[in-house]
């Protein structure tokens, strides 16, 4: 019997594009006198890992509490991005429009931090419980 790897290692959630939560993170930081945040394609892996280990930790299936608050800086650099300091902000609703408002939330300050210049995201949709989850990190390179 042959099995894919997307046989053996279902995904939990429909990963969802993250252009809202994006242009959200665009605006936030547009109303700021720093230089513009660079979509980085490293932390937006790192923004996708943090937001499916939360999912699971949700759902009861993780092994590990989420990976954010203080591991974020850990998994930036396990993918090889040079960090000088790191930021994950998370938000869950029914909506992305919600979910973004309570990422926004909790990220407010960074925002207008100058010395953040890198940003990923990831939204995730659980059909089951009808939540959306979003992350965003920062990286200061």
């Given at each position: 019997m042959i099995f894919s790897a997307a046989t053996i290692f279902a995904v939990p959630a429909i990963a969802e594009p993250g252009a809202e939560v994006t242009q959200a993170v665009v605006d936030a930081r547009g109303g700021t006198s720093c230089a513009p945040l660079r979509h980085n394609p490293a932390v937006e892996h790192a923004a996708d890992i943090i937001n499916r280990s939360t999912y699971s930790y949700l759902?009861?299936?993780a092994e590990n509490v989420p990976a954010d608050e203080p591991h974020q800086k850990a998994i930036v650099r396990d993918l090889g991005i040079e960090a000088t300091r790191t930021a994950s902000f998370q938000?869950?609703?029914?909506?992305?429009?919600?979910?973004?408002?309570?990422?926004?939330l909790e990220g407010r300050d960074a925002f207008p931090d100058c010395a953040y210049t890198d940003f990923g995201v990831s939204s995730l949709y659980e059909e089951q419980s009808d939540f959306t989850l979003v992350a965003v990190v920062l990286v200061a390179t």
């Open positions: 759902n009861h299936t938000g869950a609703g029914h909506n992305v429009a919600d979910a973004t408002k309570v990422m926004l």
